[in-house]
């Protein structure tokens, strides 16, 4: 009797846990195979390999990732698509949002006018507009007019009007921080594990991030009309390189998650450890602004920034303002620079010590009316090398290969007497 007892409560008990484990919600994540079908995105043709298009991409990429995923029993994943075929940008952030999706991950492919661009980004929802991701913005938004039922959703949509700011930044401020979390893992297992160029994490008003109510990251694995990098995104060994990359950012992302939400019930009163920030592969700059006119250091429109460097490239000088390989510096010294009134800079990866790819550094020492012979300049230093452009004059000195190198050429002048010069980037 007693023994029978204590069989009936013994099974009621297996069937309570059994019951608890198998109730625990999975974390859900909506893999997201950018475009597809009529929608080929951007794509290029190669005398070796033939015609390479994003959709083909991005749907390895993706069908390779959701089968590591998958193979891991705290995820669920759930597919836009898993064929060549067009979900209209709607049916992605609707499928998403209704199966209250703990992640949405979107993968691309880049194009640049400049077939020197290369490298791997991560886009996050946010208020930034600025000229260079303006174009990926476009690009991306561009599919928005395939169907008249995104049209009527997106349409409406003004990313200019005050009021679409303010509901952009409430809604953001909610996922910003975990899909930056996100977002930064899947750049730092890129530059260590695969030894990719990272162009940094960035923020962007995306159509495809914006109508989610959930962490959202768009990766841009790589550029489709960089001739060696297009090889690399692909070839087979390149796509499950990349979807293993994202695969251990996403096992990383939910460790950090579930240690946050997890930390917070189990210890209520004890403050949560924080753990000690780990650097950054790249530097990071702000960009201020690009300018055809040169500021010195100490001018009004530099708006009282300090610790700014120029380089000056295809004719217009960018003020970057200070630098850090730290992501909550980064980000301080952007609001910074968004406070003194740049409100379109934006933060832009550096990969330190990298040599140029195509060109090099020079100092550009100065700019206008011809110098003449007993100038400080010409008297105290050799080699220096002048062309003339449109009636301007301009004096240079110096080759070298990494930013680095160019700014410490540029400091020895400094202590030569010859101060503000410019490092200038020379494509060749
Ligand atoms: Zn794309």
């Known amino acids: 009797m007693h023994k029978q007892n204590f069989k009936i409560i013994l099974s009621f008990l297996l069937i309570l846990i059994s019951n608890l484990i198998f109730s625990q919600k999975k974390f859900t994540i909506v893999l997201d195979a950018g475009h597809g079908g ?8 190669y005398s070796d390999i033939g015609r390479v298009a994003e959709k083909d991409i991005t749907l390895a990429i993706t069908l390779k990732l959701g089968v590591m995923l998958e193979k891991n029993r705290d995820f669920k994943v759930i597919y836009t698509r898993k064929f060549d075929e067009y979900p209209s940008l709607s049916d992605r952030t609707n499928l998403a949002n209704r199966s209250k999706a703990d992640l949405f991950v979107s993968i691309h492919c880049n194009s640049s006018q400049r077939p020197t661009a290369y490298g791997t980004e991560t ?5 930034n507009q600025n000229n260079e991701n303006l174009e990926v913005a476009k690009r991306e938004n561009d599919v928005i007019y395939l169907d008249e039922k995104d049209k009527q959703i997106f349409g409406s949509y003004n990313p200019d009007s005050p009021e679409s700011l303010i509901a952009l930044k409430l809604q953001q401020s909610k996922y910003l921080e975990s899909s930056l979390l996100l977002g930064g893992l899947v750049e730092d297992n890129f530059v260590n594990k695969d ?8 923020q962007k008003n995306l159509h495809v991030l914006r109508m989610n109510a959930m962490p959202s990251v768009l990766i841009e694995t790589g550029f489709i009309n960089h001739p060696e990098e297009s090889h690399y995104i692909a070839s087979d060994k390149g796509q499950s390189e990349i979807a293993e990359s994202i695969y251990n950012a996403i096992i990383d992302y939910k460790k950090a998650i579930d240690r946050k939400t997890g930390g917070a ?11 000690a920030e780990v650097p950054l ?25 300090n610790y700014i460097l120029t380089i000056k490239e295809n004719g217009q000088y960018k003020y970057y303002y200070a630098v850090t390989n730290m992501a909550s510096v980064r980000d301080i010294n952007l609001k910074s620079a968004k406070d003194a009134g740049f409100r379109n800079a934006f933060a832009v990866g550096f990969m330190p010590n990298q040599k140029i790819s195509m060109g090099y550094y020079t100092i550009e020492l100065y700019a206008g009316d011809k110098l003449n012979g007993n100038s400080y300049i010409l008297q105290n230093l050799k080699d220096v090398e002048r062309t003339k452009d449109s009636g301007v004059f301009y004096y240079t000195y110096g080759k070298v290969y990494t930013l680095e190198d160019a700014v410490k050429l ?13 490092i200038q980037k020379v494509y060749k």
Do not use: C, W
């Not at 030894?195 to 960035?202: D, E, I, M, Q, T």
């Open 38 to 45: 009529s929608d080929h995105g951007a794509n290029r043709t």
């Open 281 to 305: 592969k790249n530097d990071f700059r702000i960009l201020l602004m690009s300018s055809p006119t040169k500021y010195n250091d100490g001018d009004p429109a530099l708006k009282g920034l």
């Open 195 to 202: 030894k990719r160029f990272s162009r940094g994490v960035f």
């Open 265 to 275: 019930v189990a210890i209520k009163k004890q403050e949560p450890e924080k753990p």
């Open 410 to 422: 540029q400091k020895e002048l400094e202590g030569k007497g010859i101060k503000n010069t410019v």
């Open 123 to 127: 886009y996050v929802q946010g208020p």
